[in-house]
């Protein structure tokens, strides 16, 4: 049997429904940001202006989703700092850098400086990214994707793409907690009804997956 450490049980349960579905937004985009924000000069779009986009984001959109995921640059301690993230939504940190190489028509994710695979944690079932299709066609891979066996997903552009080309902020606003936030609860009814919770793919219930002892703590 598959087992988990008392700490990736603890993980998988703080970005989970407590049903066991994964219901996640994503917001750590970048230079594609900047692009959407202002198609034609993206490189006047400054750190303060990603960072109030952001914040907006995790406003409208956390409070419906398990968890979300935000870049360590611009968003992710901002965020906390500013108590926009609730503490019952579950945090994901991304480690790439923005953008990516390519060689012999692959595509080469580089991980930002003193990051790596080796100081991040990472332990998820079956989910799908939205990789920025709109939402009416997201909504319909979400639904063959769980019918499949997938515990849920984690969607971007495809959710809140349009706000981005809103200039007034209480505009924008307005459109992430209307029709942001409706389109998050209505990919999450749709895991909730065809998914699989995340601990099936391993055992019929979350709690035979890891066992305690007096020293648990040493693998946590």
Not at 72 to 94: K, N
Not at 132 to 148: P, S
């Amino acid at each position: 049997m598959h087992t988990l450490t008392v700490g990736k049980l603890r993980g998988l349960q703080q970005i989970a429904t407590d049903q066991g579905f994964f219901a996640m937004t994503a917001m750590d985009h970048r230079a594609s940001m900047q692009r959407m924000i202002q198609p034609s000069t993206p490189n006047l779009v400054s750190a303060q202006m990603l960072t109030a986009y952001k914040r907006d984001l995790t406003v409208a959109l956390a409070p419906v989703s398990s968890a979300v995921l935000l870049d360590p640059i611009y968003g992710a301690a901002q965020v906390i700092a500013s108590t926009d993230l609730p503490r019952s939504t579950g945090l994901l940190v991304g480690i790439e850098a923005s953008g990516y190489t390519t060689e012999g028509g692959t595509r080469i994710t580089e991980f930002l400086e003193d990051w790596s695979l080796e100081n991040a944690a990472s332990s998820a079932p079956w989910i799908l990214l939205s990789a920025g299709v709109d939402f009416d066609e997201f909504a319909i891979q979400v639904r063959i994707a769980c019918t499949a066996g997938a515990s849920g997903f984690l969607a971007g552009r495809a959710v809140w793409q349009e706000a981005m080309q809103i200039e007034s902020a209480l505009e924008r606003r307005h459109w992430l907690e209307s029709v942001a936030r409706e389109r998050v609860q209505r990919l999450a009814e749709i895991v909730g009804e065809f998914g699989q919770p995340w601990w099936k793919k391993w055992a019929a219930t979350p709690q035979e997956l890891t066992t305690t002892s007096e020293t648990w703590y040493a693998t946590y």
